[in-house]
């Protein structure tokens, strides 16, 4: 099982849709959580941390549910240039450090 | 604003070649990483430094070596190319293993 799985999509909404992803860890001492969104043959930009009360960057919001062992993004109003590719990142425990772990990515697609 | 700089864009190079790839940052971060990103794999992690001479194995370090002899610089070495190397290569550094962090806008190997 990876340690860290998303959901590869794509997601295919209609402009204006609410839509959200899901990301689960396997480990439960995991320490920090971000959402980073990475355009076609670009780099990952960090998009928001994920806090432990649920954190909102207008029309975006991210939650953790650590007794689920999962994070969430929630994009609301979708734009045509919200279409990217998003990456959830969760520090887990590697001998004795935390390493950042990446997802392999949800497609989004925002369609007119 | 934090800015890592990589080397080159695009790289080919020959099987068998002693390759480097150069990354530099100039925010004075401790934590320095390099990435190789395939499709359908993700971003996975080849090494990562926490400090100058410092570095630690990621979860595909086989064929690559990396150096650390300044804080701002972050090297990674194929000691000889081969076609399986061929990729797209991301270096990253942030303050601490549990911060955000910042990617430098990658390099295209080719291995011929």
């Known amino acids: 099982r990876k340690e860290v799985e998303q959901d590869p999509g794509p997601f295919n909404v209609p402009e204006g849709a609410t839509v959200a992803f899901n990301c689960t860890y396997s480990?439960?001492?995991?320490?920090?959580f971000f959402w980073y969104r990475q355009d076609c043959r670009k780099e990952p930009k960090l998009l928001m941390s994920v806090y432990s009360s649920g954190n909102e960057d207008g029309r975006f919001t991210a939650q953790l549910n650590r007794a689920s062992q999962y994070i969430s993004l929630l994009i609301r109003d979708s734009k045509l240039s919200d279409s990217a590719t998003y990456l959830c990142v969760v520090t887990l425990s590697s001998r004795g450090s935390y390493i950042p772990t990446f997802g392999r990515g949800t497609s989004l697609i925002v369609h007119p | 604003d934090v800015k890592v700089t990589q080397s080159s864009r695009y790289l080919v190079k020959r099987t068998g070649e002693k390759v480097f790839l150069e990354c530099v940052q100039d925010?004075?971060?401790?934590?320095m990483f390099w990435y190789r990103q395939d499709p359908g794999l993700g971003l996975r992690l080849i090494y990562f430094?926490?400090?100058?001479?410092?570095?630690e194995k990621g979860d595909i370090p086989e064929g690559y070596s990396v150096s650390r002899e300044k804080k701002e610089r972050f090297s990674l070495i194929l000691e000889s190319a081969s076609t399986n190397q061929t990729s797209m290569y991301l270096c990253?550094?942030?303050?601490?293993?549990?911060?955000?962090?910042?990617f430098g806008d990658g390099t295209r190997l080719s291995i011929l």
């Open positions: 925010m004075d971060h401790e934590n």
């Open positions: 990253a550094s942030s303050w601490g293993l549990n911060q955000p962090q910042h």
């Open positions: 430094s926490y400090d100058v001479k410092m570095k």
């Open positions: 480990n439960s001492a995991s320490q920090s």
